[in-house]
């Protein structure tokens, strides 16, 4: 009895340390702001001019990013075995599940306002 609890401590990371959860984390968190960005930009710029963040291909852009993000931050919250705190990168999968799915409901009314107006 006493042997488990003695194998069963999880160790925390540094404050500082950038481990493998809180890098893939902070990718898919960043991934998925690009996402709403260019989802943004999409709704707010008219689908005739040129640019990444207008018309069909803002919002595709928008969708792709968020969709990925939010994989991301799925798998980083799947093979997470600590909680929050403890440096493997949940709170910021958190985020990046958050902010992917923001990405992803602007891509989709950027891609029906673009396709109402063609």
């Known amino acids: 009895m006493y042997v488990r609890h003695l194998t069963a401590v999880t160790t925390t990371a540094a404050a500082y340390t950038m481990t493998a959860g809180r890098a893939g984390a ?3 968190a ?3 702001l690009a996402g709403v ?3 943004g930009l999409a709704l707010a710029r008219p ?3 040129l640019g990444i963040g207008s018309g069909r291909l803002g919002a595709g852009v928008a969708l792709a990013a968020g969709l990925i993000g939010m994989a991301l931050g799925g798998l980083v919250v799947a093979t997470s075995d ?3 705190g ?3 990168g949940r709170a910021g ?3 990046a599940l958050a902010v992917g799915l923001i990405a992803v409901v602007l891509g989709g009314l950027a891609l029906a306002r673009a396709r109402r107006t063609a």
């Open 30 to 32: 960043l991934l998925g």
């Open 26 to 28: 902070s990718f898919a």
């Open 93 to 95: 999968a958190y985020v």
């Open 37 to 39: 960005v260019v989802g």
């Open 86 to 88: 403890t440096g493997n």
């Open 47 to 49: 689908a005739g001019r």
């Open 82 to 84: 600590g909680g929050i």
